[in-house]
């Protein structure tokens, strides 16, 4: 009796809640459901091509899952949009390949790692290239803060927005100056070689690779924000700068340490993009960031489960449109998903956690 | 005084302007500089400033994507003056004639009647835009605008093959775009009849035309009651809203009448320039006009031209200028790599830098507009997250 009652009520409340829905909503979800039809019979058509297409799509979500982290770190604790985040990726990029390279400011400290080097030395070649890639973005991006930003705290938000957009082109000048302003290749090292048996679906080491690296750090980031001090921190001056002050907490120094966070993410997710597409290019930050910024407020700004979804949504989004639509069209449906989600639902799939919640008033 | 300042500068600043051709013609004939192109790139983009003065000054409201109004305006010229849609052939006041004496294919307008559909077709694509987005908070406005202003350029790209239907010819972009002109004036003012490429006089004045009706227009609107409405939302939309303004039609009205000028400013452009491409409208762009108006001063008319020209002096003569004498200096020391720098090429390094410090030291711009610069300075502010107050902590 209890359990029909119980189901009684709730397809009720479904019917309530369908009755008080709003018509933007109700076309957005008639929309949705119809793309995802289209795509469910591209699915059935060719299964293999879209199990492929969906393992890259969520690979590439991974990499921009790592700088949306970025900007909803800092987003939910400063709400600050880091223009300059993507930037910031970018530079990781550089970093990267310049230590891969083996040759600094003209310095040469040991031989190219290239496709010909030895396994052991490729390893160890991405893993330093990764480390030193995290520390020299995760400094540059406190430094920014502390420059650029930390003067600004009680400044107009879009005095800060503005601040942030000019640190964007100037980092993006450094790396016009850097290497040049065409794309510069990436050394082969991860092997492009299908993992699985079969020929029609594909997952290749590149890909494993990029799963093997951001598991990790996100497993870390989450162990540190939920469960470290400085994790607690920085939630409480997310929720409340004026009171987390109060209890002691040392404001500052907590922000600084959310865009070192940040900082480290974009490092690592710059040089897996690097070695996951072959290539890089000083602009890529501006494209690469604003996907992930999309990512972000598509599953909530300030919430990093959300950017982790977001990410992955965003990533197999591209890739279907990709295939299906065209790649000269991706970016169009990426930013059409992040204006219809900024106008219709800008809480986000999982909800806002920033500290001025929603996006109206 | 008060009089001198209201009335003295501006006319002679006008007088100055308009005897800008014949003192051009002077220097040409004795040290041989000739700024007659620079001048009317200028005039463009002070007209653009302005029009972004109206959304970013006045209103408070972060616009990325100014950009996409200055393509608009572009494309509607390369649309209704040019042999683009060669499935028809209508022409109306154009000064295009057909060589072969034939019918002329694609659609040619009066250049006067195009500024004003260009105006009133951008004024409408500010609406159709704002309308759903200004409701949102600013920093969110500011990233929907920077969409916009991404996928307006991207689709023009990706247009040449719509179903079939070549709607913007591509990457290759419309080529061709006929000559604004009097027909109706005598042969004797050749010229005037049809603006060509030699005497650029005809082009100068139209756009300082352009810019004066922008000027006049601005300064009435800041001066109306919208304008009065649009500061008083720029200071605390709550408030306003309190005292009967509607915030999302008033802001709606400044992101239209923004438009307004940037498509009309485009269709000039596409009109001089003559070739119009997709590429041509990148962020980038929106940055540079954005930097012109905060470096002059937000709000500020004066302040904004004097930015308009200040940047774009920069990067016609001053950044090619610098170049040459660190190349002369590279040259002198021996060093490949000082004189194999191109300078202007990172141009935008400077921008950013002149955002950065303006910002952090500046807000209000070199010329501030008074109200403008108390609003940045005033700490104690409780609400508002336009340009002015302070972000809620």
């Known amino acids: ?361 | 005084m008060e009089r001198l300042r209201k009335f003295a500068l501006p006319a002679i600043l006008i007088v100055v302007a308009f005897l800008f051709p014949p003192i051009n013609a002077f220097l040409e004939s004795t040290v041989d500089v000739n700024l007659m192109y620079p001048a009317i790139i200028v005039a463009v983009y002070v007209m653009l400033a302005l029009g972004l003065n109206i959304v970013v000054g006045f209103a408070g409201l972060l616009d990325l994507g100014f950009v996409a109004f200055y393509a608009l305006g572009a494309y509607v010229v390369g649309w209704l003056a040019s042999s683009h849609f060669r499935q028809v052939s209508i022409s109306f006041g154009s000064t295009a004639t057909s060589l072969t004496g034939g019918e002329l294919p694609g659609i040619h307008l009066s250049f006067w009647l195009i500024l004003i559909i260009a105006g009133a077709f951008t004024g409408l694509c500010g609406m159709i835009i704002g309308a759903p987005t200004l409701r949102l908070r600013g920093d969110y406005l500011a990233i929907v605008t920077l969409g916009f202003g991404e996928i307006i350029p991207r689709f023009f790209q990706n247009a040449g093959d719509l179903w079939g239907f070549n709607l913007t010819n591509g990457t290759i972009g419309i080529k061709a775009i006929d000559s604004p002109g009097f027909p109706f004036l005598p042969e004797s003012m050749i010229a005037w009849q049809r603006f060509g490429t030699l005497d650029l006089n005809p082009w100068y004045y139209t756009i300082l035309v352009l810019v004066l009706i922008t000027v006049y227009v601005n300064i009435r609107l800041r001066d109306s009651k919208l304008g009065r409405a649009w500061i008083s939302v720029r200071e605390d939309e709550t408030a306003a809203a309190a005292m009967g303004i509607n915030p999302v039609t008033t802001k709606l009205w400044a992101y239209a009448m923004g438009a307004v000028f940037g498509g009309l400013a485009g269709a000039y452009y596409g009109a001089f320039i003559k070739n119009i491409f997709p590429t041509s409208f990148s962020f980038n762009i929106s940055i540079l006009i954005l930097c012109m108006v905060i470096l002059g001063g937000m709000g500020s008319i004066y302040g904004v031209i004097l930015g308009a020209v200040a940047l774009q002096g920069l990067n016609f003569y001053l950044l090619p200028q610098l170049n040459e004498w660190v190349h002369a200096m590279g040259d002198a020391v021996g060093s490949p790599a000082l004189s194999g720098l191109d300078l202007p090429k990172y141009n935008f390094f400077l921008f950013g830098i002149i955002l950065v410090l303006m910002m952090l030291l500046r807000p209000e711009g070199i010329i501030p507009n008074r109200q403008r610069a108390e609003e940045l300075h005033d700490e104690d502010a409780t609400t508002g997250d336009a340009m002015s107050g302070r972000a809620r902590a």
Not at chain 1, 100 to 115: C, E, H, K, M, N
Not at chain 1, 256 to 263: E, V
Request: glycine share 12%.
């Open chain 1, 1 to 361: 009796m209890t359990t029909g009652e119980a189901t009684k009520t709730r397809s009720a409340a479904v019917i309530d809640g369908i009755k008080s829905s709003t018509w933007s909503s109700r076309i957005a979800v008639a929309l949705t459901a119809f793309l995802l039809v289209m795509l469910l019979v591209r699915a059935v058509q060719e299964p293999a091509l879209f199990t492929s297409q969906l393992l890259i799509g969520l690979t590439n979500g991974a990499i921009l899952s790592l700088i949306a982290l970025g900007y909803t770190l800092v987003y939910g604790i400063i709400e600050l949009i880091n223009f300059a985040h993507g930037d910031n990726f970018m530079i990781g990029s550089f970093v990267g390949l310049t230590v891969l390279s083996g040759t600094i400011f003209g310095l040469g400290l040991f031989a190219p790692i290239t496709i010909n080097s030895g396994a052991p030395l490729r390893i160890l070649g991405v893993l330093i290239a990764l480390f030193v890639a995290m520390a020299a973005c995760g400094l540059l991006n406190v430094g920014i803060e502390r420059v650029a930003y930390k003067p600004l705290r009680n400044a107009p938000r879009l005095a800060v927005l503005i601040t942030a957009i000019g640190m964007s082109f100037i980092l993006q000048n450094v790396g016009l100056v850097w290497k040049g302003p065409i794309q510069v290749p990436f050394p082969e090292l991860i092997s492009s070689a299908n993992i699985l048996p079969s020929d029609a679906i594909i997952f290749r080491w590149k890909d494993l690779f990029v799963v093997l690296v951001t598991v990790p750090l996100l497993v870390a980031l989450s162990y540190f924000i939920g469960s470290t001090k400085q994790g607690k921190a920085m939630r409480a001056v997310a929720q409340d700068k004026d009171a987390a002050a109060m209890v002691g907490i040392n404001v500052n120094r907590t922000i600084s340490i959310t865009f070192l966070l940040g900082g480290i993410l974009a490092g690592a997710s710059g040089v897996m993009y690097g070695l996951f597409n072959g290539i890089t290019i000083f602009n890529v930050g501006f494209t690469q960031g604003l996907y992930a910024f999309t990512a972000a407020v598509l599953g909530g700004i300030g919430n990093l489960t959300g950017a982790v979804v977001g990410g992955l949504l965003i990533g197999v989004i591209s890739a279907m449109s990709d295939q299906y639509i065209g790649t000269s069209w991706t970016p169009i449906v990426i930013f059409s998903v992040l204006i219809l989600v900024l106008v219709f639902r800008p809480r986000g799939l999982l909800g806002d956690r920033s500290a001025v919640q929603g996006g109206g008033e």
